[in-house]
T-cell receptor, first 114, second 111 residues
Framework: DAMVIQNPRYQVTQFGKPVTLSCSQT?????MYWYQQKSSQAPKLLFH???????NEADTPDNFQSRRPNTSFCFLDIRSPGLGDAAMYLC?????????????FGPGTRLTVL | TQLLEQSPQFLSIQEGENLTVYCNSS?????LQWYRQEPGEGPVLLVT?????EVKKLKRLTFQFGDARKDSSLHITAAQPGDTGLYLC???????????FGKGTTLSVSS
């Protein structure tokens, strides 16, 4: 089945130790998004790619970076995780960047920072 | 800044009760989407409403988009424990492309 896959589902890292989260999609969608979601809160958009074009949200900290080496894969790099970065990280895709285009979410990666 | 206000933030009810969740804004949205998210999982799209006044039904769930496209509601009839989760509304910004999410309503249905 076509889907959005995130690995790992659970990631534990140490304070200040770089970590990379992975997302892949078999939907062949042009757009891939990364969201941060803290407990019982709405997802907060960090950035998105339209194909290879990167769009960073204005309030996304520099500590968060992303790479999209090809259509199928997108990575979230946290250069120096702090305790406040512990959250669920959601990857989503959409076919196009048009108003209301459905976003398909992966299951998320739960990040714990010790 | 366009905001989507959801209410109530938390709702705890007994199986068989009815409930309504609201999503309101002072801004017009070209469409609104409702997602349900279960603990430890990503949000799953339930419905998209695009026309003012539109009503969509999904089994026991009824979704309505306000005439002015500034608000939406989700009504659940005879709630079941399987309805438990975080319900998120998200709107498409007329001027941009990113979805704007409400803060969500956490629903707990006990048997």
């Amino acid at each position: 089945d076509a889907m959005v896959i995130q690995n790992p589902r659970y990631q534990v890292t140490q304070f200040g130790k770089p970590v990379t989260l992975s997302c892949s999609q078999t939907l062949n969608h042009n757009v891939m998004y990364w969201y941060q979601q803290k407990s019982s809160q709405a997802p907060k958009l960090l950035f998105h790619y339209y194909d290879k074009d990167f769009n960073n949200e204005a309030d996304t900290p520099d500590n968060f970076q992303s790479r999209r080496p090809n259509t199928s894969f997108c990575f979230l790099d946290i250069r120096s995780p702090g305790l406040g970065d512990a959250a669920m990280y959601l990857c989503a895709t959409s076919r196009e960047l048009i108003r209301g285009d459905t976003q398909y979410f992966g299951p998320g990666t739960r990040l714990t920072v010790l | 800044t366009q905001l989507l206000e959801q209410s109530p933030q938390f709702l705890s009810i007994q199986e068989g009760e009815n409930l309504t969740v609201y999503c309101n804004s002072s801004s017009v949205f070209s469409s609104l989407q409702w997602y349900r998210q279960e603990p430890g999982e990503g949000p799953v799209l339930l419905v998209t409403v695009v026309t003012g006044g539109e009503v969509k039904k999904l089994k026991r769930l009824t979704f309505q988009f306000g005439d002015a496209r500034k608000d939406s509601s989700l009504h659940i009839t005879a709630a079941q424990p399987g309805d438990t989760g975080l319900y998120l509304c998200a709107g498409a910004n007329q001027a941009g492309t990113a979805l704007i999410f409400g803060k969500g309503t956490t629903l707990s249905v006990s048997s």
